[in-house]
């Protein structure tokens, strides 16, 4: 079975901070992993994924994440937050390989950020 | 750009009635998936179509709810009779099929609420 945990219901920060979101994930294989980006009413889109390769996974709107096997980590950061990033983060965890690539989702992080 | 719709965006029912959300993928993609978003959390996966056959409903509540697609195509999820914990954001998502991971394309979900 594959969990995600998000550590941190709510973050906030001021604009142009560090933006730093947290995700452990627990897999039984090698995992394939998500950040999904959800704002009010609408449906999730995808920021970034991990799937092989290189550890370090560059998105879009500046976003990046790293995975850690050793820290079974897959945390997603920002240099400089800006206004329009406020907004509901998803960790979500598959399985690698294969053809059903069922999501697990974490509870989510709400991202407020102040002018 | 090509985008998964679904119908209603917005539903309110009464207990006890039933209710039926309709979705309509990406054009050419094989995969469905149907997932329930309670407030708070993150979406949970209720039914996974490749085709016209289920390939995973093993969290989809089978007493109350139903889900079909019929000619591989659109697909109905359908609640009867609907209950007060049924109150949540439906979200449909797709994606191609094949080799290799296959990025899920998300709806702008239904909001069901359950007086």
């Known amino acids: 079975a594959q969990s995600v945990t998000q550590l941190g219901s709510h973050v906030s920060v001021s604009e142009g901070a560090l933006v730093l979101l947290r995700c452990n994930y627990s897999?039984?294989?090698?995992?394939?992993l998500f950040w999904y980006v959800q704002y009010p009413n609408q449906g999730l889109q995808l920021l970034l994924k991990?799937?092989?390769?290189?550890?370090l996974v560059k998105g879009i709107n500046g976003f990046e994440a790293e995975f850690k096997k050793s820290e079974t980590s897959f945390h997603l950061t920002k240099p400089s937050a800006h206004m329009s990033d406020a907004a509901e983060y998803f960790c979500?965890?598959?399985?690698?390989?294969?053809?059903?690539?069922?999501?697990?989702f974490g509870k989510g992080t709400l991202l407020t950020v102040n002018p | 750009e090509a985008e998964v719709a679904q119908s209603p965006r917005y539903k309110i029912t009464e207990k006890s009635q039933a209710v039926a959300f309709w979705c309509d993928p990406i054009?050419?993609?094989?995969?469905l998936y149907w997932y329930r978003q309670i407030l708070g959390q993150g979406p949970e996966l209720l039914v996974q179509?490749?085709?016209?056959?289920?390939?995973?409903d093993s969290q989809l509540p089978k007493d109350r709810f139903s889900a079909e697609r019929l000619k591989g195509v659109d697909s109905t999820l359908k609640i009867q009779p609907a209950e007060l914990g049924d109150s949540a954001m439906y979200l449909c998502?797709?994606?191609?099929?094949?080799?290799?991971?296959?990025?899920?394309?998300f709806g702008p979900g239904t909001r069901l609420t359950v007086l």
């Open positions: 897999s039984s294989v090698p995992p394939y």
């Open positions: 998502a797709s994606s191609l099929t094949g080799v290799g991971y296959n990025e899920q394309f």
């Open positions: 179509f490749q085709d016209e056959s289920v390939v995973d």
């Open positions: 991990y799937t092989t390769g290189a550890t």
């Open positions: 054009s050419g993609h094989a995969t």
């Open positions: 979500a965890v598959s399985k690698g390989g294969g053809s059903n690539y069922k999501l697990t």
